[in-house]
């Protein structure tokens, strides 16, 4: 639904209109709520309220009322939700000041079988008929598979697939690549000589679209050499070698090569044989405090883009459109934007006014070109013009799209004289006007194009779920279900038609539906964050499989985590996923071995037939034993199959002859905390079968152990800001969780220059200077430029001032000196703890066996901490909610928002532990109880405490347990911390083992 229909619609009560009932339809007869469960309704058999809507509950739907706001639905929901309606269904939404981007169901509100009401009412019921209904099935993504292919890359930007699946892929300084999947093989065929200054280089491939037979693809580069030019050109391709010396320039590209930046450089063919190529404005966009660059001033047209996007004479900031031709040459096909004869501008040209149209796509049945279109820097609305906004952009014919003097849906910018500051007036779209001095074409512009879909660096709510933060937008492919289904298709009918897009710095890929006019509708989620970093380009293949490239995080460097990875969906049957547990994989001989592999799993539900290699023999069964009676190591392999004869394997290593190193290590107090400023006492064992025990057969020499000291967080962390994503982000400072959860890491590394500076450089810079730290973190918040050249940083207004304040901590201790190494310890002693600082002491033990070939380690690591448990590290919160964010470390709460309510710990020695202090408030009086190791077990402790006072648990309890504590209050409950008293004087001077 477009926006200013639901403006409209969205305060005004409509009454549900009865849909005439079909002859051949069942009256439904219930009645689903999703949402609010306060709902009185007569004349339904029952009411049905849900959290989410599935397909089963509206088969039998005589009416949906939706209590939330639709884009809470997520987009299952609302493909179950117009398949209903297509069968006849009849839905109310309640009040809502908005309804965003469901385009879909417009044309069901104008019939009357949706309404928005604000008042409640009788509703009708619907007869349903799912035979009238043509709308696929969103499909579940639990049956997307994704497959690393090859890893790591250098520099990926565009890829092609041929029709039988072979894969080229090219890399921005000159490489290309095949991908044999057939043979799951992979090697270099070429090294193309390129420019690579700016964002130049090797920049985009298409295949012609007689490829198998005339093996000619095309090839955007930066020629080298000191004529600023981009070409096109043509050359045969082979698995073995793109042939260089076959080379025909198609066409040339003047460019300048005095200023970065904006190159684009894709190609794209549609079914008649015409070549797209997309080319960057080729301007300098730093110098304008992130508005619109239009520098006229003299020797600044690098700095102007009307002298490129907006000139009608120039090739730049365009989507150029020809007609290759058997002999190299290109004719100009017909509709084009300006006429043949060159008299208004470039016959080639088909789309003016872009500014990075890095990526295109094509809907090859519709004849709709599609490109992404990176936008400026700006941060901030003001009187020069909007907040800047990426784009997605939809042609169906030519036209001009604003840059640089529109964006988003023509949000015109100011003219601006860069030599005395003056503002003047605002473009207008309908009458968009070239006058610059760097302008050689004509000055009367064709109206302005809005763009189909554009957000800024904050939230758009006309555009749900595209995120906030840095953007960099691309137009990835468009799916044709027909096409792949010749060849044996994978992705679902669903997708038929639907573009696929992508942003690089926000790790997500979206799909667009449109409708038959080409009407957005929505922009739904496909792949997230949590599995990429940064695409750059996709293609699909023959059979519906889509090959994705990932650039990895940072700029113009070969990221460690660049790869290419396929999607693929399991249509049918799905495999069976295998696994076993072994009840030991190690000892002398003879070794059995007892199998279970009741934990193996089948996504469909199907029984399972296990097969069992052992030694080369052979068993069945879902568990087994098996007697290894020689020494050696031995391969276990489990293979499981569904009925359907789809099947997975899952192999163990056995190792029959010598038995694992036990390690231990004993304290006098208690193993999970220590009472600063008192030593602990600790005693090391190992026992080993073959070896002997420590002093008996094995020398204290050959034992490692280990200690290491250190406030706050564990950070043995990562090499790189890009491998933040590998990291448990509970052990990390507050600072680097809230830059790990960020888009940081796309524009700063920690050592080297990205389109940021470096972390290393920051700290250098400011070296610890706190006065500056206000200033910093506003700068993170609002956004700016200056410090470190002309590059705009763009705003995080998501962040708090605290927050920032965080991440400006962490990096300031970026170049701090490393924490002191860790120190070996003796096997038995004390170690000195400190009362002033608040550490945690980590020891390590490791002892490596005498078995030779067949060797073992022994190894065991843990830390004690000072007896405090934060509340909102707990290992699980059951009807808690945490209160705070990341920044605010141990200041964070948790606040009863449940009838039941848990806290849950796990593995805490409650040995020489008398009592418990809940740190919180309490609005009413209440009780806790204390639960060990299961949530379901006896209650071993329990206390009741009145309303506002201290919470205090005596405990009687010893050893290593998960710890449960409920809570029973009928109102506000907030606990902060719980803090652990240690009985000075131990029961027992016996040194207890933790193992």
Wanted: charged letters at 20%; proline letters at 6%.
């Amino acid at each position: 639904m477009n926006r200013s229909t639901t403006e409209r619609l969205s305060f005004v009560k409509l009454i549900v209109v009865i849909l005439v009932m079909t002859s051949c339809g069942q009256t439904g007869s219930n009645l689903i709520v999703r949402g609010s469960d306060e709902v009185q309704r007569s004349g339904f058999d029952s009411i049905m309220v849900v959290e989410e809507l599935s397909k089963e509950q509206l088969q039998n739907a005589g009416h949906v009322l939706i209590n939330v706001a639709i884009t809470d639905l997520n987009f299952k929901e609302r493909s179950y939700v117009e398949r209903y309606l297509e069968a006849g269904g009849l839905v109310t939404f309640s009040c809502r000041d908005t309804v965003y981007n469901w385009g879909q169901i417009e044309s069901f509100m104008n019939s009357g079988k949706v309404s928005i009401s604000c008042e409640e009412e009788e509703l009708a019921k619907a007869t349903l008929d799912y035979t009238q209904v043509k709308t696929p099935a969103a499909p579940g993504l639990d049956r997307l598979v994704r497959e690393v292919v090859v890893a790591p890359l250098a520099e990926p930007m565009d890829i092609v697939v041929t029709e039988n699946s072979l894969v080229y892929w090219i890399e921005r300084k000159g490489a290309i690549h095949t991908y044999n999947p057939g043979m799951d093989q992979t090697k270099q065929i070429t090294q193309m000589e390129v420019y690579t200054g700016e964002e130049d280089g090797l920049l985009g491939i298409v295949l012609d679209p007689d490829f198998a037979e005339n093996q000619w693809a095309y090839i955007f580069y930066s020629p080298p050499g000191d004529e600023p030019k981009q070409h096109v050109s043509r050359f045969t391709l082979t698995p073995d070698s793109l042939h260089l010396c076959t080379e025909q320039v198609i066409i040339e590209i003047p460019t300048q090569r005095e200023e970065c930046c904006h190159s684009a450089g894709d190609l794209v063919f549609d079914r008649e044989g015409n070549l797209y190529i997309s080319t960057g404005d080729n301007t300098f966009s730093r110098a304008s405090e992130g508005f619109t660059p239009l520098d006229e001033r003299p020797g600044r047209s690098p700095f102007d883009s009307q002298k490129s996007s907006a000139n009608s004479n120039d090739h730049r900031g365009k989507i150029l459109r020809i007609h290759p031709e058997k002999d190299g040459s290109y004719t100009i096909p017909e509709g084009n934007l300006f006429p043949k004869d060159g008299s208004k501008g470039l016959p080639e040209i088909y789309v003016m006014g872009a500014r990075n149209p890095f990526t295109m796509a094509y809907n090859l049945d519709k004849n709709w070109l599609y490109w992404g279109d990176v936008g400026p820097d700006g941060n901030v609305t003001a009187e020069r013009g909007p907040t800047a906004h990426d784009e997605i952009n939809f042609a169906a014919k030519p036209g001009n799209y604003g840059w640089p003097y529109f964006n988003a849906n023509n949000l015109a910018y100011a003219d601006y004289n860069f030599e005395t500051e003056e503002l003047g007036p605002r473009f207008d779209p309908l009458n968009p006007k070239n006058t610059s001095v760097n302008n050689t074409g004509i000055v009367d512009l064709p109206p302005a194009v809005p763009a189909m879909v554009y957000y800024s660096f904050d939230e758009t709510p006309a555009f749900p779920g595209v995120g906030k933060g840095s953007r960099s937008i691309g137009a990835g492919e468009v799916y044709n279900y027909r096409e792949a289904r010749k060849h044996g298709y994978e992705f679902p009918a669903y997708y038929h038609n639907k573009l696929f897009a992508f942003d690089w710095a926000r790790d997500w890929i979206m799909v667009i539906s449109q409708d038959e006019e080409g009407n957005f509708q929505s922009i739904e989620p496909f792949l997230d964050n949590s599995v990429l970093a940064s695409p750059i380009a996709m293609d699909f293949g023959p059979d519906g499989t889509l090959y994705v490239l990932e650039y990895g995080i940072g700029y113009f460097t070969d990221n460690h985590d660049s790869k290419l990875i396929k999607l693929e969906f399991v249509n049918g049957n799905r495999p069976p996923v295998a696994h076993f547990e072994s009840s030991s994989l190690n000892g002398s001989l003879p070794l059995e071995v007892d199998l279970d592999a009741s934990r193996s799993t089948d996504p469909d539900g199907q029984s399972l037939e296990y097969s069992w290699r052992i030694n080369g023999e052979n068993m069945t069964g879902a568990s087994t034993s098996y007697t290894f009676s020689q020494a050696g190591a031995y391969l276990i392999e489990l293979i499981v199959k569904d009925p359907d004869g789809a099947s997975a394997s899952y192999t163990k290593t056995a190792i029959a002859g010598n038995t694992a190193p036990e390690v231990a290590i004993a304290f006098e107090q208690n193993s999970s905390f220590y009472q600063p400023g008192e030593p602990i006492s600790y005693q090391v064992m190992v026992t080993d079968r073959e070896d002997g025990t420590l002093g008996e057969g094995i020398s204290p020499n050959q034992v490692q152990v280990n200690l290491t000291k250190y406030e706050g967080s564990d950070n043995r962390a990562a090499a790189s800001l890009a491998q933040l994503d590998q990291l448990d982000g509970a052990g990390l400072s507050p600072g680097l969780q809230l830059i790990q959860n960020s888009d940081c890491k796309s524009c700063h590394k920690l050592d080297e220059k990205s389109i940021g500076p470096s972390f290393n450089e920051i700290a250098d810079k400011y070296d610890q200077d706190y006065i500056q730290m206000d200033l910093l973190a506003k700068k993170i918040i609002n956004g700016g430029s200056g410090v470190w050249g002309d590059g705009m940083m763009i705003a995080h207004p998501n962040f708090s001032m605290k927050a920032a304040r965080e991440i400006v901590k962490y990096i300031f201790t970026v170049n701090d000196p490393p924490p002191a190494e860790s120190i070996p310890l003796e096997i038995s002693g004390a170690i000195a703890t400190s009362s002033t600082k608040n550490e945690n002491i980590r020891i390590e033990v490791i002892y490596q066996d005498n078995g030779g070939a067949l060797g073992l380690e022994g190894k065991m690591e843990f830390t004690l901490t000072a007896p405090v448990l934060q509340a909102e590290l707990a290992d699980n919160l059951v009807g808690f909610q945490v209160q705070g964010g990341i920044e605010d470390g141990n200041e964070r709460t948790v606040r009863k928002n449940a009838e039941y309510s848990v806290l849950t710990f796990e593995s805490i020695d409650l040995t020489n532990v008398t009592a418990l202090h809940f740190n919180g408030w309490s609005k009413a009086g209440g009780t806790i109880k204390v639960v060990l190791d299961h949530a379901s077990g006896e209650v071993v402790d329990a206390v009741s405490y009145e309303a506002e006072q201290p919470m205090r648990l005596d405990l009687d309890q010893s050893g290593v347990h998960d710890l449960y504590f409920i809570f029973e209050t009928a109102d506000e409950l907030i606990i902060n911390e719980l803090q652990i008293e240690l009985n000075q004087n131990p029961k027992s001077q016996n040194l207890r083992p933790k193992t």
